[in-house]
């Protein structure tokens, strides 16, 4: 018996994965290029800083991706940060710093490894700041991590196809994995390319004017380092990258509010990145571009407190019908030879604009909502070959029903059943118009605590009042579907 996929025309499920991780080997083929990427990508070139800023399942990382590759292909070198498992969660600027050092030393490293000839454009100065840099900042990694992170990194090319078929053909990379080890050290990578040991008292004390002997006799922890220090590394660093031959450096970091020492909260989220974007002397120097991704909840906690985004025109992330149109399209032909499309999956067509506006223009939740449609027809009809009203129907609400509301919001605003308690309240009014009366008649509550709860729905976005005072209307596409089919409690 045919799977679903197949009945559809389709060459396989497309409708089981959600992030842009999972679908990193064909992100090319299906990405959807947002009206503002052009402009985005040439201010990165010229390393600009920039802020980009949307919801949960906007699209962020896809975003990330698509730029760090565009970059790549242009000679910009790049470094995605998006691990934050080493960097505490206040007063932590020059961990950033120290972690970002660390990132680009290692991935560097490995880059020269492969192209040793790039070596030869550095004087003796600068091979000693990298001997130094690389001697304290290279991770120390096991064989595997070696090997797995080798076999991402591209020689470098050149305008010059005769260089370029030197370095392919006559300039043999150098491994960095000694014969028989377990684990490649910094001082076996600084040996390994050739570089000079650096001893003389005055090249340390260009980082360090407090040292008093030559060299220090153990390698530096992050504690022996100031904030400007590791600035002055990182920027150094970044000038030795474009002096072998990069156009320019950029830093993307991703995935701030994911990490789970944050737990979701605004409070700790702002407190975890606020030093470092409010440095806007790191973010408006030459030599390196940042590039922040950064959840839309916490923009405007952030701007209170300093950090200047007028400074640098962040991109918020968002999508209008059309675009979700070709979002979900340019997916669906992907994994049809070109020979499908949204419509075609559709008992009719007219169901298309509800999806859409249900997802609430979130690519993320459009494909869980598929996800839930797609699943439904399974149990139906796997033979059909095309969505049924039943199966659309049913996914809906099921999408609706299953949804983690909790997720959209910081764990510091309300608790998860906080926010349950507060859709079942407005689920059970029946009415996607509504006044705080009706609140206190159908929940049997006093006026002032009916007024209690408009003000924590309308803060969790799931109200707005009209122009009528005093009158809301239910603004959450899903919460308005459950009332419109008369669900009374999830």
Same mark, same amino acid.
């Given at each position: 018996?045919?799977?679903?996929?197949? %009945?559809?025309?389709?060459?396989?499920?497309?409708?089981?994965?959600?992030?842009?991780?999972?679908?990193?080997?064909?992100?090319?083929?299906?990405?959807?290029?947002?009206?503002?990427?052009?402009?985005?990508? %040439?201010?990165?070139?010229?390393?600009?800083?920039?802020?980009?800023?949307?919801?949960?399942?906007?699209?962020?990382?896809?975003?990330?991706?698509?730029?760090?590759?565009?970059?790549?292909?242009?000679?910009?070198?790049?470094?995605?940060?998006?691990?934050?498992?080493?960097?505490?969660?206040?007063?932590?600027?020059?961990?950033?710093?120290?972690?970002?050092?660390?990132?680009?030393?290692?991935?560097?490293?490995?880059?020269?490894?492969?192209?040793?000839?790039?070596?030869?454009?550095?004087?003796?100065?600068?091979?000693?700041?990298?001997?130094?840099?690389?001697?304290?900042?290279?991770?120390?990694?096991?064989?595997?991590?070696?090997?797995?992170?080798?076999?991402?990194?591209?020689?470098?090319?050149?305008?010059?196809?005769?260089?370029? #078929?030197?370095?392919?053909? !006559?300039?043999?990379?150098?491994?960095?994995?000694?014969?028989?080890?377990?684990?490649?050290?910094?001082?076996?990578?600084?040996?390994?390319?050739? $570089?000079?040991?650096?001893?003389?008292?005055? #090249?340390?004390?260009?980082?360090?004017? &407090?040292?008093?002997?030559?060299?220090? &006799?153990?390698? !530096?922890?992050?504690?022996?380092?100031?904030?400007?220090?590791?600035?002055?590394?990182?920027?150094?660093?970044?000038?030795?990258?474009?002096?072998?031959?990069? =156009?320019?450096?950029?830093?993307?970091?991703?995935?701030?509010?994911?990490?789970?020492?944050?737990?979701?909260?605004?409070?700790?989220?702002?407190?975890?990145?606020?030093?470092? !974007?409010?440095?806007?002397?790191?973010?408006?120097?030459?030599?390196?571009? !940042?590039?922040?991704?950064?959840?839309?909840?916490?923009?405007?906690?952030?701007?209170? =407190?300093?950090?200047?985004?007028?400074?640098?025109?962040?991109?918020?992330?968002?999508?209008?019908?059309?675009?979700?149109?070709?979002?979900?399209?340019?997916?669906?032909? #992907?994994?049809?030879?070109?020979?499908?499309?949204?419509?075609? $999956?559709?008992?009719? =067509?007219?169901?298309?604009?509800?999806?859409?506006? $249900?997802?609430?223009?979130?690519?993320?939740?459009?494909?869980?909502?598929?996800?839930?449609?797609?699943?439904?027809?399974?149990?139906?009809?796997?033979?059909?070959?095309?969505?049924?009203?039943?199966?659309?129907?049913?996914?809906?609400?099921?999408?609706?029903?299953?949804?983690?509301?909790?997720?959209?919001?910081?764990?510091?605003?309300?608790?998860?059943?906080?926010?349950?308690?507060?859709?079942?309240?407005?689920?059970?009014?029946?009415?996607?118009?509504?006044?705080?009366?009706? $609140?206190?008649?159908?929940?049997?509550?006093?006026?002032?605590?009916?007024?209690?709860?408009?003000?924590?729905?309308?803060?969790?976005?799931?109200?707005?009042?009209?122009?009528?005072?005093?009158?809301?209307?239910?603004?959450?596409?899903?919460?308005?579907?459950?009332?419109?089919?008369?669900?009374?409690?999830?």
């Amino acid at each position: 018996m045919k799977e679903l996929y197949q %009945s559809l025309g389709l060459t396989t499920n497309l409708f089981s994965k959600f992030s842009a991780e999972e679908e990193i080997e064909y992100l090319d083929s299906i990405y959807v290029i947002p009206k503002y990427f052009n402009s985005l990508y %040439s201010n990165l070139k010229d390393a600009s800083s920039r802020f980009i800023i949307g919801s949960r399942g906007s699209g962020k990382t896809a975003l990330i991706l698509q730029l760090k590759n565009a970059l790549e292909n242009e000679e910009v070198y790049t470094f995605l940060l998006d691990n934050f498992e080493n960097i505490p969660k206040k007063d932590n600027e020059k961990y950033f710093i120290f972690e970002i050092i660390q990132g680009i030393t290692s991935d560097f490293s490995l880059i020269l490894a492969k192209n040793p000839s790039l070596l030869k454009k550095l004087n003796k100065f600068e091979k000693e700041k990298l001997s130094f840099i690389i001697e304290e900042f290279f991770k120390t990694l096991s064989k595997k991590e070696y090997l797995d992170r080798n076999n991402k990194v591209k020689r470098f090319k050149t305008q010059n196809w005769l260089k370029d #078929f030197f370095n392919s053909y !006559l300039n043999k990379p150098i491994n960095l994995l000694i014969s028989g080890g377990i684990e490649i050290f910094s001082d076996s990578v600084a040996k390994s390319l050739g $570089l000079p040991k650096v001893q003389t008292q005055n #090249f340390y004390k260009n980082y360090f004017p &407090e040292f008093k002997i030559s060299t220090p &006799e153990k390698k !530096l922890t992050i504690k022996d380092f100031e904030y400007n220090s590791l600035k002055e590394i990182l920027i150094d660093l970044c000038k030795i990258i474009k002096k072998i031959g990069y =156009r320019n450096v950029v830093i993307l970091i991703d995935k701030i509010d994911e990490n789970r020492n944050l737990k979701g909260s605004i409070n700790d989220v702002c407190n975890f990145i606020e030093e470092i !974007l409010k440095d806007t002397n790191l973010l408006m120097q030459n030599d390196f571009g !940042l590039v922040f991704s950064i959840w839309d909840e916490v923009r405007n906690v952030l701007a209170s =407190r300093g950090v200047r985004f007028d400074k640098f025109r962040p991109i918020d992330v968002t999508w209008t019908n059309e675009e979700i149109t070709e979002i979900i399209n340019k997916r669906i032909g #992907f994994f049809s030879n070109n020979s499908k499309e949204i419509d075609d $999956l559709l008992v009719d =067509r007219n169901e298309k604009n509800g999806i859409i506006e $249900l997802a609430n223009y979130s690519p993320r939740d459009l494909f869980h909502l598929l996800a839930n449609i797609y699943d439904e027809q399974s149990v139906i009809n796997s033979s059909s070959t095309f969505f049924t009203h039943e199966a659309i129907n049913n996914g809906k609400l099921k999408f609706c029903k299953e949804y983690e509301y909790y997720a959209l919001f910081p764990s510091n605003r309300n608790s998860k059943d906080d926010v349950f308690r507060n859709i079942n309240r407005l689920l059970k009014t029946a009415k996607t118009k509504l006044r705080s009366n009706d $609140l206190a008649s159908v929940l049997k509550v006093n006026p002032a605590t009916a007024n209690s709860y408009i003000k924590i729905m309308s803060d969790f976005n799931f109200i707005k009042m009209t122009d009528e005072q005093y009158v809301y209307n239910v603004i959450d596409p899903k919460i308005r579907h459950m009332i419109e089919n008369k669900i009374i409690e999830i």
